[in-house]
């Protein structure tokens, strides 16, 4: 087992899984199957994922298999940076990228144009990149999901953004997943949105408790 990797009792009669930090290369393939099926594995790729704060992480099966993958890395949360939404919001889409279909569609969709959005949650208006990390391409292989490996995935990524001095989790979650990220500590904000082709989304967040000092 490689450093910074757990060894993780799946729930249920299935072999435990090894969780750990992973290359970028280890997650495109799940991710691109479970979650951009309908597009190229080049589709399926940021350019986040090769930047140097960007962390991968995955979960194996006993054979070595990756059974579910996750990514995060440092990001702005996408609530407005100051106290009064109104008066702080530029007046086109979010900067926030992967946001800016909630303003082109937002009449057909129901999505909430920016001028409209709620205010930031208490305490966390100012959350700068480094502080906040965004999770992204979560994904659990269809024969592991309800296992408890999502979640443990989940909780090896908190524990990376608590050790490099983070202090906020957020994603943009689809809707199909909210539950799974409430189970997992996260709360809803603001309105859900379209995103075209992939489905209606919500952003999600949670507080981290920081373990880097100074
Ligand atoms: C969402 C996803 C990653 C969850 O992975 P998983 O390995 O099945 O999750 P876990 O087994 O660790 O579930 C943890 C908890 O969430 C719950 N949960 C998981 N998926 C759920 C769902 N779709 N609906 C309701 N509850 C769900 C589980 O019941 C479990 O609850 P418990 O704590 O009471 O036991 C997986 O279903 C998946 O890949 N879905 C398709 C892709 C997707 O939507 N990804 C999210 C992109 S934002």
């Given at each position: 087992?490689?450093?910074?990797?757990?060894?993780?009792?799946?729930?249920?009669?299935?072999?435990?899984?090894?969780?750990?930090?992973?290359?970028?290369?280890?997650?495109?393939?799940?991710?691109?199957?479970?979650?951009?099926?309908?597009?190229?594995?080049?589709?399926?790729?940021?350019?986040?994922?090769?930047?140097?704060?960007?962390?991968?992480?995955?979960?194996r099966d006993e054979a070595g298999s990756v059974v579910c993958v996750?990514?995060?890395?440092?990001?702005?949360?996408?609530?407005?940076?100051?106290?009064?939404?109104?008066?702080?919001?530029?007046?086109?889409?979010?900067?926030?990228?992967?946001?800016?279909?909630?303003?082109?569609?937002?009449?057909?969709?129901?999505?909430?144009?920016?001028?409209?959005?709620?205010?930031?949650?208490?305490?966390?208006?100012?959350?700068?990149?480094?502080?906040?990390?965004?999770?992204?391409?979560?994904?659990?292989?269809?024969?592991?999901?309800?296992?408890?490996?999502?979640?443990?995935?989940?909780?090896?990524?908190?524990?990376h953004v608590a050790a490099q001095?983070?202090?906020?989790?957020?994603?943009?979650?689809?809707?199909?997943?909210?539950?799974?990220?409430?189970?997992?500590?996260?709360?809803?904000?603001?309105?859900?949105?379209?995103?075209?082709?992939?489905?209606?989304?919500?952003?999600?967040?949670?507080?981290?408790?920081?373990?880097?000092?100074?």
């Amino acid at each position: 087992m490689r450093e910074g990797q757990r060894r993780v009792a799946a729930t249920g009669p299935v072999p435990a899984v090894t969780v750990g930090p992973c290359g970028p290369d280890d997650v495109v393939a799940l991710r691109h199957a479970v979650l951009r099926p309908h597009t190229t594995v080049e589709h399926a790729t940021f350019a986040e994922d090769s930047y140097p704060a960007t962390a991968h992480f995955c979960a194996r099966d006993e054979a070595g298999s990756v059974v579910c993958v996750a990514t995060v890395w440092p990001e702005a949360p996408p609530w407005p940076a100051g106290d009064n939404p109104l008066s702080l919001l530029p007046p086109g889409p979010p900067a926030a990228p992967g946001t800016a279909a909630r303003s082109g569609d937002a009449a057909q969709n129901g999505a909430v144009a920016p001028h409209e959005r709620p205010a930031a949650p208490r305490g966390l208006a100012r959350s700068t990149p480094g502080e906040a990390w965004r999770l992204r391409a979560m994904a659990t292989h269809p024969q592991w999901r309800g296992r408890g490996v999502g979640a443990a995935v989940v909780r090896a990524v908190t524990d990376h953004v608590a050790a490099q001095g983070g202090s906020l989790l957020w994603c943009n979650a689809r809707l199909g997943a909210r539950r799974f990220y409430e189970r997992a500590g996260l709360t809803t904000w603001g309105e859900v949105w379209q995103e075209p082709v992939i489905g209606p989304h919500v952003v999600m967040y949670k507080r981290v408790a920081t373990r880097r000092s100074g």
